[in-house]
């Protein structure tokens, strides 16, 4: 309420406000034949297609400007007496763009005109340092563009780079991208001039993913007038330091105008999959999407509408290789249990049933035992082909009104919904089932408003006031959640499973071990995550103040925003039950599983979090000479912290080296779940020298500071292992909404022990955090730095432009940045090194545990658990910290050559070479090493190659329109075009890790790194045998001597424990080559309509693409390596596959199923579409 009240103080009585701008600027300076300038004179720009009329006069020293101008086609007429009237006609606005627009009045009478071609005026940017490039109707209208998915566009940018294989929040999916080194989360996406974010991730609110990478609503390539992805911007634009993606959507004119469309693809056209088994039925794949649009005149100019619609209805039948019983081998496990004077339980049966059994799926050469699913080398290799069908429905549109009160008056209303439904199966990781039955379907809802009103005061004063608000909701729930388990007789077991669920089968492994693992049965039943739900509402409240005073051109201004989140996550909410083996599950006898109980309970999940931000901020652009231009600023922004509307946030304080408290934050507690930060003031400076004066030539320098807002995610979605247990601030074991599950007895649960019989939280000073003893794994604990502190990035770059002509230009230039503050994570209670290496002990916890001790190898950690408490559990006792101690840095080299409309010819072709460095990419591990480092107690030795460091990235996009000719069958020969976009790219980093189910470093927080005992190897054409693991070895002195060895870390000497020296993002993925190619015929129906046929190729060599690594499984050999290798293991399982001698890392995805989005997203293997579309 406070800062509504600030905010509605400083708008009642400031002079001048401005926020971040989708209109674009006309400006000139007028002169007369001998350069002279000429003041007072009368400039009138017209948009050719509304009438919509601004008029001004040249200032004293002969400049013009006439800001806010709607994007469009626009004549400007200038007249003074004794003068020639000049017109110049076909100036194309665009979004934030500056046209200039030079006049040399001829000597004369006003009522003679002069007409003057736009195509005498520059290509280069004489005003400004903007760097970015804007995308065009006329110039994506007829590319090949997979999916329609404007975000695809962004990457044709140069300093634009971003991951076809992540499924993660660090660029490359949910929209995301790097901007000249800013992480995925830097960027700030606008619509019609306001804010198109979801709060929860910072990602785009429309064409963010639904399930994994599968975009949930679109915004219709149709609809969008001009694109314009910016960086080094003016304080003008806020809220992020990475690129604002600035979008425009059209308007109608005076004609009407519209069309109508439908593309059409399938696996018929489309190539195999590079990973698919070719013994295995062809994947299926459908995708439809269609649409119309329309636009006009409601009153000839004055009042105007757009309209578009686009639907998607898109099957695929998603690959999955999974490990399933045969008939055969279930009818000897029921034979087994007989003769043992056993008996079935037809819940049992009942479960296995649930397994396929198609003949055909099963993979030739691999046969299936109690152990899981091998082939004839002893290895794991799956045994079945699952097809799981999933589907993407959606549809979206839009409806736009403009109106004209009069010339100085216009208001201008859009309005955007989008509705989907999706189901897809998240076994594409590790989350997930692998079998048909268990997908997640998700359905979300996307909605967005803004309502723009400018008033001309006078010719050289222009207000704007704003309103945007958006909403993104979305649920992600099992796709059996209509199945009652009490069908099949499930709930009617003995008391040993406890309450039932009814919505849905639980988690049902068939795994010998607690920890499961590659080699096992498939998972039958629940998704671990699934149901969960948010809703993400922004408000947002803008005035723009623009000022022309003789040289100079002033912009003041601020903004309101507001994020408000609704959110439930009931992970583990349907439990999960544990079998050693297929008589097990036969006799309906389940295993006590260490980690999660037979069982698993979640509390009151559901959070209800706010932010409030406010910006204020003023800039010049100085007109010092015709030549040069001086533009700077300051801006200052103040991001509130997040508030959860019922205090169910909670905070680790340390109150010593040794102990510390879960604090409340609200009454009674913490005032905030980290301290306000007032300074982030950010200064801003850019010049543009016109070196010659013709407008050709032009040198661009500019240095700016910006910081980032928080994404709230951080509090809330923190769901990445080692944080499955503790997923954020607004999640930690205390108070009513705290998180619990059972032990491996379901029914000795109990509620929270830090609640009272009456529900209310107990706080005390010095609460241990782990409360009273009874807690379980759960007890772990994130929390963040009281003192952190808002990111920033400094951005700077020098360039020049050169025109060639007056169709090419060409611009070089050096582009840096440095980042500050950065978001990560430690685990503020990992033991030390020493610690590690004084405690230890031979072979694994079983003969070293301690009272006491709370680490896998009896090592204390600084935090120590209360006597009583976990004190001897396996791991599972972090405190992780988020603060703002990452760093970053960038430099690149950019060029640009662009052709403009050459004889039916255009081209932009950009390369980037670059070096991307930080010690951390993102503020959460939704990629393992993003945000926590190895060490905790060594953060620095992280630094190294981002998640997305691209040394060398390439785009060219061209288009050829072919010219008409005449005679015979010109109505069959004219019309041909062809457009094409070409990507050539480094590998991105990646970094082999051991997964979470073993300690080797004695850290306990997994995922520890090996040691490079050699030169590292690639086979580059090979992605099953990618990378020579020979090079590597356990960070440990491996114990020969021991009679079994296991592999794991018991394996290791006592005392020689350490966190392995491989270098985080150190190793190189595959490189990424695409070409993509449209071929289009126009035939003219009628005067006003027309036909296209088309057909688009995506990948048309049929390249594969592969993804890197997401999350790999890299665990030591067995014992019988040794024979091999004499005293160290030279082989590793690598996902599951046992590679023996010199064994090579796996890889297992092309890109388009590593982002989770087969077939449409970027990476996938050929495919072919064919489309009509009808305009007039």
Known sequence: MRSTLVLVTVLATASALFGQTFRGTVLGTVTDQSGAVISGAKVSVKNANTGLERATQTSAD??????????????VTVSQTGFQTSVTTAIAVEVAQERRVDIALKPGQVSERVEVSSETLPMVETTSNTLGGVLTQETVKDLAINGRDYTKLIFLTPGVTGSPDQITDSPGSFGEFSMNGARGRSNNYLLDGTDMNDGYRNDPAINQAGVFGTPSAILPIDAISDMNVLSNFMPEYGRNGGAIVNIVTKSGTNALHGGFFEYFRNDALDARNYFDPTSAPKALFHNNQFGGSLGGPIIKDRTFFYVDYEGQRENVGVVSLACVPTPAQIQQATTSVLNAGGAVSPVGSAILGFFPHNPGNYIPGTTSTDAGCFNASGNFAPDYTAIAPSFNNLSSFIAKIDHSFNTNNNISGRYFFGDSTQQFPLALNASGGQLPGFDTVTPTRVQLVSISYVTVISPTKVNEVRYGWNRFAEGFFPQDQSFNPSSIGFCNVPTTFGTCNSEGLPIVLLVPNATGGAGFFSQIGATSGDPRQRVDTNNQLIENFSWKMNKHDFKFGA???????EQSFDKYSRGRIRFDNLESLLEMAPQSDSDFGLFNYSGYTRRHTSQNGIGFYAQDAFRITQRLTLNYGLRWDYYAPVKEKNNLFSDFIPTSATTGSLVRVGPGGLSNVYQPDYRNFSPRVAAAWDVLGTGKTVVRAGYGLFF???????????????????????????????????????????????????????????????????????????????????????????????????????????????????????????????AINAADCPFGLATCATTGAIDDFGVPRPYASPAGGINTAAGSTYIFQENSTGISNYNSLQASLRINNYHGFMSIVNYVWSRSLDNSSDGEDFVVNAAQPQDSNNPQREYGPSNFNVPNRFVWVAGYALPKVSGDWSRLKNGWGVDSTTTLQSGQPFTLNYNFEDDYSGGGDGFDRPDVVGPIVYNKSNPANYLQLSSFAMPCTVNVTQATLSGFAGDCVPGTRHYGDLGRNSLVG????????????????????????????????????????????????????????GTSFCGFHVNGNREVGNGGYQIAATGDVGVGNPFLGGGAPRGIQVAAKFTF
């Open 62 to 75: 002969g400049s013009y400007s006439v800001p806010e101008l709607p994007i469009g086609t626009y004549t």
């Open 559 to 565: 903004d309101y925003h507001r994020t408000s989140i």
């Open 708 to 834: 980032d807002a928080f994404s709230q995610d951080m509090l809330l979605g923190h769901l990445p292992y080692p944080t499955f247990y503790a997923p954020g601030p607004a999640y930690n074991n205390i108070g009513p909404g705290s998180v619990m599950m059972a032990n491996s007895n379901p029914n000795a649960f109990t509620t929270n022990p830090d609640q009272t019989n009456g529900g209310e939280p107990v706080y005390t000073p010095n609460t241990p955090i782990y409360g009273t003893p009874g807690c379980t794994v759960e007890c772990d604990t994130f929390s963040f730095d009281q003192h952190i502190k808002t990111p920033y990035i400094e951005n700077y770059n020098l360039n020049i432009q050169q025109q060639f002509g007056r169709n090419v230009a060409l611009q070089v230039g050096y582009v840096g940045s440095q980042g500050h503050r950065l978001f990560r994570f430690f685990d503020i209670n990992q033991p030390s090194q020493a």
């Open 1070 to 1125: 595959p490189t990424y080559k695409q070409w993509d190619l449209a071929i289009y015929k126009n035939t003219p129906i009628t005067e006003r309509l027309s036909l296209q046929l088309r057909a688009d190729f995506f990948n048309i060599l049929n390249h594969p693409n592969f993804a890197n690594p997401v999350l790999p499984a890299f665990i030591a050999d067995p014992a019988s390596n040794i024979q091999t290798c």
